[in-house]
């Protein structure tokens, strides 16, 4: 069975299925977005990119580090692969120069680390030390490899030419039933609440520890940004007026020739999209994406709002007024489910803005989980009593004011590698990247009383 507050069983055995599992579902999807021509494996299909077969041997390279190497403490395999691989060494624009293994090499070799992998998996005590307590390195390597394989649904995004995926529909009963009925924004009570988490074993070391954090009332969006909504901004001219920018942001905006979300087009009167090489109109009732900070943030200065803050967009997520804790998601403290979140990209495209009612916050606040990242306006810092864990360049390297972040998860984000304390963190200048947002405001003097 699985403690009350934990993402991962608490037996041994059953927990060793549980990692199993979550290893060979994660390699299975890595197969399926490499199942593409060796041409299209190997080329750069956008310098924000890494070739498609680098990831294919880079989470081979990271298993072998962490679980052959250090878990297993087996001899390496290929201790020449370790710095070609490392992403620290070499920036993604750059890689293709690189002496990379063939598709069939990196099969081979990422099949090999698996195989002794789950060796280890069987022989090895799930508990003492803090990197293999409760199956944490496996958990680390789990979510490692589904988060590129996310980095790989974006790079398929930016191919030209024939698409090779194609999104399955939603499960009945999930879409937006009642959306005549849902409220513009949800009023979320002043006082402390616990942000972060101590006791969730496979939570990275930025999501630690909790600690209690007393946010101020304030008033946030029922649902993410429509396409719809988003386009009003547009036709209102936001693109070409810096009074809605930042002066960072206004010079990002000219400088990039920004018009439109990427992958807008002008059709006519309207716009379309190109959606994994598919050209279509752009959907009004979907949470907008592909939207940069700087974007949001001016979108956001357009309605006379503002981005929530980080901490103000975990307890919309995970505060229950009632009980007074933080919970795991927003629906309460169960793994995600289909009809909780549109998560693990099998749909290719964020669901209808208020759908998944299931899965709406104590507070009503819907779509927290899944369907797109939403930039909220913090800077990406450590957490009172940080400590880095297992390495520092996991997070440790990226805090400051160069990186914002990004809250919830996207379509293309597994379960695995999203929670309600999980943190995402990138330039404000990205937009290949599946992201959205939601606006917030502060309470007014009367509505405070």
């Known amino acids: 069975m699985r403690s009350e507050l934990s993402g991962a069983p608490a037996d041994p055995e059953t927990l060793r299925s549980f990692i199993a599992d979550g290893l060979e579902r994660a390699r299975n999807r890595t197969h399926a977005l490499t199942d593409c021509d060796e041409e299209d494996l190997l080329k750069q299909h956008s310098p924000l990119m890494s070739p498609l077969v680098w990831d294919l041997a880079h989470v081979g390279s990271q298993e072998e580090l962490w ?127 616990t942000m972060g988490t101590s006791v969730e074993p496979w939570a990275l070391d930025n999501e630690r520890p909790s600690h209690t954090v007393d946010v101020p009332a304030y008033w946030i969006d029922t649902l993410p940004v429509t396409n719809g909504a988003y386009r009003h901004f547009i036709d209102d001219g936001g693109y070409r007026n810096p009074r809605w920018w930042t002066p960072e942001g206004w010079d990002h905006c000219r400088g990039a020739g920004l018009a439109a979300p990427k992958y807008w087009e002008r059709d006519g009167d309207g716009w379309s999209r190109t959606r994994f090489g598919v050209v279509e109109p752009v959907p009004d009732d979907e949470p907008v994406q592909h939207v940069c900070w700087f974007e949001a943030d001016a979108y956001a200065r357009w309605t006379g709002r503002r981005l929530p803050t980080e901490a103000e967009w975990e307890k919309a997520a995970r505060f229950d007024p009632r009980s007074g804790r933080s919970r795991r998601y927003p629906w309460g403290d169960e793994d995600p489910a289909p009809h909780y979140a549109n998560l693990g990209g099998s749909a290719l495209r964020p669901a209808p803005a208020g759908s998944f009612p299931a899965g709406a916050s104590p507070l009503g606040v819907r779509q927290l989980i899944g369907d797109v990242w939403e930039w909220v306006s913090s800077d990406f810092r450590p957490y009172p009593g940080f400590t880095a864990f297992p390495y520092p360049e996991y997070s440790e390297v990226f805090f400051g004011s160069d990186y914002k972040v990004l809250r919830g998860g996207s379509w293309a984000a597994d379960p695995a590698a999203c929670r309600g304390t999980f943190r995402n963190w990138d330039y404000p200048i990205r937009r290949q990247i599946f992201t959205g947002f939601r606006t917030a405001r502060d309470v007014t003097p009367v509505e405070g009383g």
């Open 67 to 193: 679980l052959v190497r250090d878990v297993g403490k087996m001899e390496p395999l290929r201790c020449d692969l370790d710095q070609m691989y490392d992403a620290f060494q070499h920036p993604r624009s750059s890689r293709t120069t690189l002496p990379l293994l063939s598709p069939q090499e990196s099969r081979k070799y990422i099949a090999e680390v698996r195989d002794k992998a789950l060796d280890i998996l069987q022989r090895t005590p799930l508990e003492g030390s803090p990197l293999v307590n409760r199956g944490f390195a496996f958990g680390m390597i789990i979510q490692h490899e589904q988060q590129h394989d996310e980095t790989m649904l974006a790079t398929h995004q930016l191919r030209i030419g024939t698409p090779v995926l194609h999104g399955q529909p939603f499960a009945p009963g999930v879409g937006p039933q009642d959306l005549h009925a849902l409220p513009q924004e949800v009023l979320i009570p002043s006082g402390p609440f």
